[in-house]
């Protein structure tokens, strides 16, 4: 049996919850409401996570935009997701909202810039 400690984010009160997980089977304690339960096993099960960054601009007043991803992606992709960002080069002037990358690895979400940046 593997025991795991997990602290809720859902919201502010931060529980500290803890499971036993025997295969399939899992049990869930220190939980306050459902939400908990559903974050605790969403984090066994298919941990993700919303994924902010830089990618460089050319001819801009700044050197680098902020991105993030527009919903969670999984936990496993994020480190080829840096990867795919130190590859980009945008040219300003740069928009928020503008679109690094469309439907990443799938997932249905985008990355978009979450700063601007003006043309130099
Ligand atoms: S379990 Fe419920 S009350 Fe506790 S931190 Fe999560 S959402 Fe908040």
């Given at each position: ?17 803890e ?9 869930i ?12 096993l969403n984090?066994i ?14 001819g ?27 590859e ?7 928009n ?8 990443l690895?799938?997932?249905g ?9 003006e043309?130099?």
């Open positions: 049996m593997e025991k795991r400690k997990i602290t809720c984010i859902s919201c502010p009160l931060g529980c500290e919850i499971a036993e997980i025997n295969g399939d089977d899992i049990t304690k220190g939980n306050r409401c459902s939400r908990g339960k559903e974050y605790a984090e099960k298919d941990p993700r996570r919303v994924v902010t960054s830089n990618v460089k601009v050319t801009g007043q700044f050197p680098l935009a902020s991105v993030k991803t527009t919903g969670a992606i999984p936990k496993g992709k994020i480190f080829s997701l840096i990867e795919k960002l130190r980009v080069e945008l040219e300003a002037p740069v928020i909202g503008q679109v690094v990358y469309k439907n690895f799938d997932s979400f985008d990355v978009v810039v979450t700063r601007p940046v043309r130099r």
